[in-house]
T-cell receptor
Framework: AQSVAQPEDQVNVAEGNPLTVKCTYSVSGNPYLFWYVQYPNRGLQFLLKYITGDNLVKGSYGFEAEFNKSQTSFHLKKPSALVSDSALYFCAVPAGTALIFGKGTTLSVSS | ETGVTQTPRHLVMGMTNKKSLKCEQHLGHNAMYWYKQSAKKPLELMFVYSLEERVENNSVPSRFSPECPNSSHLFLHLHTLQPEDSALYLC????????????FGQGTRLTVV
């Protein structure tokens, strides 16, 4: 079965510092991997996806993610965090005809 | 705006009421989804429609009844709900295919009293 895991419930970083939100995956076949962000009382917004090709994927709002096949990971990164990046982040993988999501990681960026 | 609109944004209903949630997408997608997001729980996939045909129903109680009259509209009909059904209900749409991202509406915050 396809699945993703987000091992951290919460990540805290100071503004201006680099941030990493972790995701590991378990899939059969070629992995397609996604990251989404959710602000309070809003729907999920697509950030980026890995399909094939370069292991470093660039997305919206300055985010990027690194695909690592040997570690079965797809961590979300940003070189310099902003307070406005504080939100709930989900990684996802297709299963059947829909995406299934990790439990989510709350990112808190302090000023 | 993502091109997926959900109405109403907030809904309070009694356990004996009947109500419907509406979702509309203007993105030309051919697949639509209902997800449930409860506090402290992972996102739960409820229903999947592909080319207006229901292709997945993940053991959802019959008090939730989806309807997809065309590729742009999706409904979730609710009746005799329980307080534990209170949650944020999210609609999404996408092109069919494993490598395509889904676009989400802003959700309907449902409270069952």
């Amino acid at each position: 079965a396809q699945s993703v895991a987000q091992p951290e419930d919460q990540v805290n970083v100071a503004e201006g510092n680099p941030l990493t939100v972790k995701c590991t995956y378990s899939v059969s076949g070629n992995p397609y991997l996604f990251w989404y962000v959710q602000y309070p009382n809003r729907g999920l917004q697509f950030l980026l996806k890995y399909i094939t090709g370069d292991n470093l994927v660039k997305g919206s709002y300055g985010f990027e993610a690194e695909f690592n096949k040997s570690q079965t990971s797809f961590h979300l990164k940003k070189p310099s965090a902003l307070v406005s990046d504080s939100a709930l982040y989900f990684c996802a993988v297709p299963a059947g005809t829909a995406l299934i999501f990790g439990k989510g990681t709350t990112l808190s960026v302090s000023s | 705006e993502t091109g997926v609109t959900q109405t109403p944004r907030h809904l309070v209903m009694g356990m004996t009421n009947k109500k419907s949630l509406k979702c509309e997408q203007h993105l030309g997608h051919n697949a639509m989804y209902w997800y449930k997001q409860s506090a402290k729980k992972p996102l739960e996939l409820m229903f999947v429609y592909s080319l207006e045909e229901r292709v997945e129903n993940n053991s959802v109680p019959s008090r939730f009844s989806p309807e997809c009259p065309n590729s742009s509209h999706l409904f979730l009909h609710l009746h005799t709900l329980q307080p534990e059904d209170s949650a944020l209900y999210l609609c999404a749409s996408s092109h069919r295919g494993r490598n395509t991202e889904a676009f989400f509406g802003q959700g309907t915050r449902l409270t069952v009293v």
